[in-house]
C-alpha cells in the first residue's frame, strides 16, 4: 500500500493555478514534516516546499517562492499560482516522522514516506 497519495494535478496554460492534495493511507501523520518535490523528464527530483508538523515553518525552492504555497490541515496542500512552462514535472508527497532543519527538508534522502506523484503540465 502507498502510504501517501497525491490529487490534483493537470494540464494549464502558464499563468494559472493549481493545487496539490496530499493524504496518507491507513496511518495519522499529524506529527510528520510533509514536503512536496518534483521531478522533470531526464533531471533528478527536486525539493519544492516543506512544512514542519506543527504548520508554523515552511520552507520553499528559490524556484517557487512567492507563487507556491505549502499548508497542513490533516490534508496537505501545495497552492502553486503564476505556473510556468518550468513548473512542468511529476510531484511527489513526501513525509517524515524525525525533526527536520531547513537543510534535511531539502534533501531527497531525509524522507522516508513517498506517495506515487501527480504530474503537472504547464503549456505556454
Known amino acids: 500500500q502507498v502510504p501517501l497519495v497525491e490529487s490534483g494535478g493537470g494540464s494549464v496554460q502558464a499563468g494559472e493555478s493549481l493545487r496539490l492534495s496530499c493524504v496518507a493511507a491507513?496511518?495519522?501523520?499529524?506529527?510528520?514534516?510533509m514536503g512536496w518535490f518534483r521531478q522533470a523528464p531526464g533531471q533528478e527530483r527536486e525539493f519544492v516546499a516543506a512544512?514542519?508538523?506543527?504548520?508554523d515553518k515552511t520552507y520553499y525552492a528559490d524556484s517557487v517562492k512567492g507563487r507556491f504555497i505549502i499548508s497542513r490541515f490533516n490534508v496537505v496542500y501545495l497552492q502553486m499560482n503564476s505556473l510556468r512552462p518550468e513548473d512542468t514535472a511529476v510531484y511527489y508527497c513526501?513525509?517524515?516522522?524525525?525533526?527536520?532543519?531547513?537543510?534535511?527538508?531539502?534533501?531527497?534522502?531525509?524522507?522516508?514516506?513517498w506517495g506515487q506523484g501527480t504530474q503537472v503540465t504547464v503549456s505556454s
Open positions: 512544512i514542519n508538523w506543527t504548520g
Open positions: 491507513g496511518r495519522t501523520i499529524n506529527t510528520y514534516r
Open positions: 513526501a513525509a517524515d516522522s524525525r525533526d527536520g532543519n531547513p537543510d534535511t527538508m531539502q534533501t531527497v534522502n531525509s524522507w522516508n514516506l
